[in-house]
């Protein structure tokens, strides 16, 4: 590909930054196919905003602790939280006899 730099609006701030040949080039060999939205600075103050890790494990912090939800287990009897309201139409399972099903199965 032929790739040129361009001058993009940044959708944050409203200044003009340039992509480069060379972010192009990344971007292509990553397969991303939007171009950039945000300047640098406004990008690097979105990831500061989020954390460093992104959209990773540590950025899930900031989530409310699921409510979790005492039942049955169908196949053991014993009580089991769950991070769903039983219904009732279908069976809800302990982790245990979930995951000995689950590798029973495969």
């Known amino acids: 590909m032929n790739f040129k730099d361009r001058n993009l609006t940044c959708v944050e701030c409203g ?3 340039v992509f480069t040949t060379e972010e192009q ?3 292509a060999a990553r397969g991303y196919t ?3 939205k ?4 406004c990008r690097q103050a979105r990831k500061a905003q989020r954390g ?3 959209y990773g494990s540590d950025s899930l912090s900031y989530r409310a602790p699921r409510e979790m939800h005492t039942a049955t ?7 089991a939280q769950v ?5 009732g ?3 809800v399972y302990c982790s245990d006899c979930y995951n000995t099903m689950k590798t029973a199965t495969r």
């Open 15 to 17: 200044a003009e930054f």
């Open 89 to 91: 139409d279908r069976p």
């Open 73 to 79: 287990c169908a196949r053991c009897g014993a009580q």
């Open 25 to 27: 080039e990344f971007h």
């Open 83 to 87: 991070p769903f309201r039983p219904r």
């Open 52 to 54: 460093s890790s992104g």
């Open 34 to 36: 939007n171009e950039p």
């Open 38 to 41: 945000r300047c640098p600075t």
